[in-house]
């Protein structure tokens, strides 16, 4: 399963690697290739194929990797569980303190993708309309433009909340 899992990967062909990771029960393999293509899965609105996925990786798995943690989030905000998804972000936040603390171009993705999904949450639960502009501003600044799904998110509920507050001059 391990080397097909690899032949798949090597022919572009990731979500057929990812069915023979688990099956070879190479969770760090599977992890490594969900990461790669689990944005792009859920943004095609594919959300139950990620679930799948994250529900059949060992949560420490989940745990040991920032990404898969974002995944999760949207995850919850998809299905309502918005609550849900502020719990993992605020965990999130708190256990990479390190990471968002020092400056590197790296760390400032990782602060950009989570503060994007933060915003998410601000708009939808917490109607924290200016905060939520803040950290949209934030993410932004910090995102590069690769990273268009994460910068939309963050677009999409900072011009959201600046129609909330009836501040259309921004």
């Known amino acids: 399963h ?18 023979y990771a688990f099956w070879a029960e190479d969770y760090g393999l599977a992890v490594d290739i969900v990461e790669q293509i689990g944005h792009p899965i859920y943004w095609a609105n594919r959300t139950a194929k990620l679930r799948e996925w994250l529900d059949a990786l060992p ?56 503060l994007s999904a933060f915003v998410n949450v601000k708009y939808h639960r917490y109607l924290a309309w200016d905060e939520c502009y803040q950290m949209a501003k934030r993410s932004i600044a910090l995102l590069p433009s690769e990273y268009s799904y994460e910068r939309c998110v963050a677009y999409f509920h900072g011009g959201g909340s600046l129609i909330m507050t009836g501040d259309l001059e921004n």
Request: aromatic residues 8%.
């Open 2 to 19: 391990r080397k097909a899992c690899v032949w798949f990967q090597k022919n572009d062909l990731h979500e057929e690697a990812v069915r």
């Open 59 to 114: 949560q420490k798995f989940i745990k040991n990797s920032f990404d898969l943690q974002i995944l999760r989030a949207y995850d919850m905000i998809n299905i309502g569980k918005v609550h849900e998804a502020d719990r993992i972000l605020e965990n999130l936040k708190n256990g990479s303190q390190d990471i968002l603390n020092s400056a590197n171009e790296d760390n400032f993705i990782k602060e950009g993708k989570l």
